[in-house]
């Protein structure tokens, strides 16, 4: 039977590939994990020549592009030996493992958190697999065509001209990349995570911490790992940018809580809550006068947000959170544009804020004079 070229076979050679990638560092792919993963797009499992079909497959293309030079990858060694194929198949204890050979060398043109943010955006069930090894299978299936466009050089050199970005962005994103993918390969082998941190409120280094990480959130652009810290015992939240090392703990192991689910914790959630849970769902209303009313029709700053339109241009917004009190300091920075209208006690807390803030100005007029 002639190896297909449909899409359909396509996804699963990719998801085939992928979960080779994934399982080497654990000692490789079964044959049994490989039959799981193709019948998921397929729809019934492969007959084992089809495995080998597509194995064979697999090291053809990125052996044809090894050939010109259009892929930066070198071979590993293991044992003192090199290997001829990207995907080699080994024996070991009556069973058949599947491991992916490549690795690509540091000139790779793409950066290890854009790799690593593509990996997560793309293919969120394969968070685990190594940035350089999803760089080379994209490149594999999409980038080499890409590269061999006519022109593409001046296209870079024409983006670099036309389109400037700036802006306040995080600092030391390749190495919250690199934590990133450290916790990701804890949870999915369920070990702990031990490292030193930074409290950004005084800049201090605190202790040695360890952490049974439960999932990742992200806000804002700003990675955080969600976990039991296991000196105190409960649940606790950090920022990835503010860890300085970060080892996994290889002789340890925990579970995850029983139902626990980071959607169900912080899907309706306004910030990252830092205390074992961020309270009841309230509702929030804020009127915004009319200048600032087409801010938020054109942004959503929460998945609850809704809008009604008042008589005078001016609009109100709805949301219903969890966590509310994050809320203060995001309405600060509105000034006198907006207003609280409800909970009350979250239109106290907010003028509250504004008077200390106008507090610390009337001080410095004072010694000003």
């Not at 001829?84 to 009556?94: F, I, P, S, T």
């Not at 296991?230 to 940018?241: A, N, S, T, Y």
């Not at 509105?334 to 509250?352: S, Y």
Request: aromatic residues 10%; hydrophobic residues 35%.
């Amino acid at each position: 039977m002639p190896f297909e070229k449909s899409a359909n076979h396509t996804e699963a050679l990719l998801k085939v590939l992928l979960k080779i990638i994934e399982r080497t560092a654990a000692g490789g792919a079964t044959k049994r994990e490989l039959r799981e993963t193709y019948a998921e797009v397929k729809g019934s499992p492969p007959h084992d020549r089809t495995i080998s079909r597509i194995v064979t497959a697999i090291n053809e293309y990125i052996s044809r592009w090894e050939d010109d030079g259009s892929m930066i990858l070198q071979t590993s060694t293991v044992g003192g030996r090199g290997f001829n194929q990207a995907v080699e198949v080994r024996h070991q204890d009556k069973q058949t493992y599947y491991y992916f050979t490549r690795d690509l060398t540091e000139h790779t043109k793409t950066g290890f958190a854009q790799a690593a943010q593509a990996a997560l955006s793309l293919y969120p069930q394969k968070k685990q697999m190594t940035p350089e090894h999803f760089e080379a299978v994209k490149d594999a299936f999409s980038g080499s065509i890409l590269r061999r466009m006519t022109g593409w050089d001046s296209l870079e050199k024409d983006i670099e001209r036309f389109v400037h970005v700036s802006g306040y962005s995080r600092a030391k994103i390749q190495q919250v990349g690199q934590w990133t993918f450290k916790i990701l390969d804890a949870l999915r082998r369920s070990k702990r995570i031990e490292f030193d941190y930074v409290r950004l409120y005084d800049g201090t280094d605190s202790r040695q911490r360890q952490l049974e990480p439960y999932g990742l959130v992200c806000r804002q652009g700003t990675w955080y790992v969600v976990g039991r810290d296991v000196d105190k015992g409960e649940k606790r939240v950090f920022r990835i940018d503010q860890i300085v090392r970060l080892s996994v703990v290889e002789n340890s192991t925990y579970s995850v809580p029983a139902g626990f689910s980071m959607q169900e914790a912080y899907g309706n959630a306004w910030g990252v809550w830092t205390e074992a849970g961020a309270g009841q769902l309230e509702q929030v209303v804020i009127r915004v006068d009319a200048g600032m009313a087409a801010k938020f029709r054109t942004t959503r700053y929460h998945d609850s947000q809704q809008l009604v339109s008042n008589a005078d241009g001016s609009t109100e917004i709805l949301f219903n959170v969890t966590g509310v009190e994050e809320m203060v300091p995001w309405l600060i920075t509105w000034g006198k544009t907006i207003e609280v209208l409800q909970p009350d006690w979250l239109r106290g807390a907010v003028a509250a804020t504004a008077r200390d803030i106008a507090a610390v100005y009337d001080k410095a007029g004072e010694r000003e004079r």
